[in-house]
Protein backbone atom coordinates (compact mmCIF):
# COMPACT_ATOMS: atom_id res chain seq x y z
CA UNK A 1 0.00 0.00 0.00
CA UNK A 2 2.99 2.49 0.28
CA UNK A 3 3.75 2.03 -2.50
CA UNK A 4 1.42 3.15 -4.10
CA UNK A 5 0.54 6.02 -2.03
CA UNK A 6 4.46 6.98 -2.58
CA UNK A 7 3.71 7.10 -6.61
CA UNK A 8 0.59 8.92 -6.15
CA UNK A 9 1.98 11.81 -4.76
CA UNK A 10 5.49 11.68 -6.43
CA UNK A 11 3.20 11.93 -9.80
CA UNK A 12 0.87 14.73 -8.80
CA UNK A 13 4.27 16.56 -7.71
CA UNK A 14 5.68 16.30 -10.82
CA UNK A 15 2.38 17.54 -12.68
CA UNK A 16 2.14 20.17 -10.35
CA UNK A 17 6.22 21.79 -10.36
CA UNK A 18 5.74 22.68 -14.31
CA UNK A 19 2.25 24.37 -13.01
CA UNK A 20 3.80 26.49 -10.97
CA UNK A 21 7.05 27.12 -13.14
CA UNK A 22 5.02 28.85 -15.84
CA UNK A 23 2.81 31.44 -13.73
CA UNK A 24 5.90 33.31 -12.44
CA UNK A 25 6.85 36.35 -14.85
CA UNK A 26 3.85 35.84 -16.60
CA UNK A 27 3.37 39.34 -17.11
CA UNK A 28 6.63 39.82 -18.31
CA UNK A 29 5.53 38.03 -21.51
CA UNK A 30 2.48 39.42 -22.00
CA UNK A 31 2.67 43.51 -22.46
CA UNK A 32 -0.48 43.38 -24.19
CA UNK A 33 -0.75 46.45 -26.08
CA UNK A 34 2.45 48.71 -25.70
CA UNK A 35 2.10 52.74 -25.69
CA UNK A 36 5.83 54.63 -25.59
CA UNK A 37 6.47 57.84 -23.80
CA UNK A 38 9.22 60.21 -23.12
CA UNK A 39 9.73 63.72 -20.72
CA UNK A 40 7.66 66.06 -21.58
CA UNK A 41 5.14 64.24 -23.81
CA UNK A 42 1.14 63.46 -23.55
CA UNK A 43 0.07 60.34 -25.02
CA UNK A 44 -3.25 59.17 -25.82
CA UNK A 45 -4.19 55.52 -24.81
CA UNK A 46 -7.05 53.95 -25.95
CA UNK A 47 -8.09 50.34 -24.89
CA UNK A 48 -10.85 47.51 -24.51
CA UNK A 49 -12.62 46.57 -21.56
CA UNK A 50 -10.68 43.47 -20.40
CA UNK A 51 -7.19 44.38 -22.91
CA UNK A 52 -3.84 43.85 -21.44
CA UNK A 53 -1.17 47.14 -22.34
CA UNK A 54 1.66 48.86 -20.92
CA UNK A 55 2.92 52.11 -20.69
CA UNK A 56 6.73 52.11 -22.24
CA UNK A 57 9.26 54.06 -21.31
CA UNK A 58 13.16 53.92 -22.57
CA UNK A 59 15.14 53.24 -19.21
CA UNK A 60 19.28 52.96 -18.46
CA UNK A 61 20.00 52.86 -14.78
CA UNK A 62 23.89 52.94 -15.16
CA UNK A 63 23.58 56.25 -16.73
CA UNK A 64 20.64 57.58 -13.71
CA UNK A 65 17.18 57.13 -15.29
CA UNK A 66 14.81 55.81 -12.64
CA UNK A 67 11.21 55.58 -13.89
CA UNK A 68 8.08 55.42 -11.34
CA UNK A 69 4.82 55.93 -11.31
CA UNK A 70 3.48 58.74 -9.28
CA UNK A 71 -0.21 56.76 -8.49
CA UNK A 72 -2.11 54.14 -9.55
CA UNK A 73 -4.64 55.15 -11.68
CA UNK A 74 -8.77 54.82 -11.31
CA UNK A 75 -9.16 51.33 -10.57
CA UNK A 76 -12.23 50.84 -11.85
CA UNK A 77 -11.24 52.16 -15.39
CA UNK A 78 -7.66 50.31 -15.61
CA UNK A 79 -5.92 48.12 -13.31
CA UNK A 80 -2.05 47.84 -12.27
CA UNK A 81 -0.15 44.50 -12.77
CA UNK A 82 3.27 44.74 -12.48
CA UNK A 83 6.39 47.35 -13.16
CA UNK A 84 8.51 45.57 -15.24
CA UNK A 85 12.51 45.95 -16.87
CA UNK A 86 13.63 44.44 -20.07
CA UNK A 87 17.28 45.01 -20.45
CA UNK A 88 18.25 44.82 -24.81
CA UNK A 89 21.56 44.69 -24.48
CA UNK A 90 23.67 40.92 -24.88
CA UNK A 91 22.45 38.17 -21.54
CA UNK A 92 24.36 38.75 -18.40
CA UNK A 93 25.66 42.00 -19.83
CA UNK A 94 25.25 45.63 -18.13
CA UNK A 95 24.75 49.03 -19.44
CA UNK A 96 22.78 50.19 -22.31
CA UNK A 97 20.21 50.27 -21.08
CA UNK A 98 16.15 49.00 -21.87
CA UNK A 99 12.41 49.41 -21.42
CA UNK A 100 10.33 49.86 -18.25
CA UNK A 101 7.16 48.45 -18.48
CA UNK A 102 4.24 49.60 -16.42
CA UNK A 103 1.22 46.76 -16.86
CA UNK A 104 -2.15 47.25 -16.60
CA UNK A 105 -5.30 45.67 -17.56
CA UNK A 106 -8.11 47.89 -19.26
CA UNK A 107 -10.86 47.24 -16.59
CA UNK A 108 -14.84 49.40 -17.63
CA UNK A 109 -15.31 52.52 -19.91
CA UNK A 110 -14.22 55.44 -18.45
CA UNK A 111 -11.22 57.86 -18.79
CA UNK A 112 -8.12 58.28 -16.28
CA UNK A 113 -4.44 59.44 -16.35
CA UNK A 114 -1.27 57.54 -15.19
CA UNK A 115 2.17 60.20 -14.64
CA UNK A 116 5.53 58.33 -15.02
CA UNK A 117 8.28 60.70 -13.35
CA UNK A 118 11.69 59.82 -14.18
CA UNK A 119 14.28 61.53 -11.46
CA UNK A 120 17.56 61.47 -13.31
CA UNK A 121 20.60 60.99 -10.80
CA UNK A 122 18.83 61.60 -8.52
CA UNK A 123 19.33 60.57 -4.23
CA UNK A 124 16.82 58.31 -2.38
CA UNK A 125 14.47 60.86 -1.81
CA UNK A 126 14.08 61.25 -5.63
CA UNK A 127 15.20 65.23 -5.63
CA UNK A 128 17.36 66.45 -8.04
CA UNK A 129 20.96 67.09 -6.59
CA UNK A 130 21.98 69.42 -9.62
CA UNK A 131 21.23 71.69 -12.54
CA UNK A 132 21.59 68.41 -15.08
CA UNK A 133 19.71 65.89 -12.65
CA UNK A 134 17.23 68.77 -12.87
CA UNK A 135 17.08 69.26 -16.28
CA UNK A 136 16.91 65.77 -16.95
CA UNK A 137 14.49 64.50 -15.16
CA UNK A 138 10.44 65.30 -15.58
CA UNK A 139 7.34 63.12 -16.24
CA UNK A 140 5.54 61.34 -19.33
CA UNK A 141 1.70 61.71 -18.87
CA UNK A 142 -0.56 59.06 -20.19
CA UNK A 143 -4.30 59.52 -20.82
CA UNK A 144 -6.05 56.49 -20.55
CA UNK A 145 -9.43 55.68 -22.67
CA UNK A 146 -11.65 52.88 -22.10
CA UNK A 147 -14.19 52.24 -25.00
Avoid at 16 to 29: E, N, Q, R
Avoid at 53 to 58: H, Q, T
Avoid at 117 to 136: I, K, T
Amino acid sequence: MRFRTGTALTLIALVALPVAGCAAGSAVSDHGKVTAGRIGTTVQVEVAPGQRFSLAVDENASVGDSWRMEALPDVAVASFISDEYEHEGEPGTTGGGGTRYFVFNAKRPGTTAVTLSNCWRCAVDRVPVDEQSRRLSGEATFRITVR
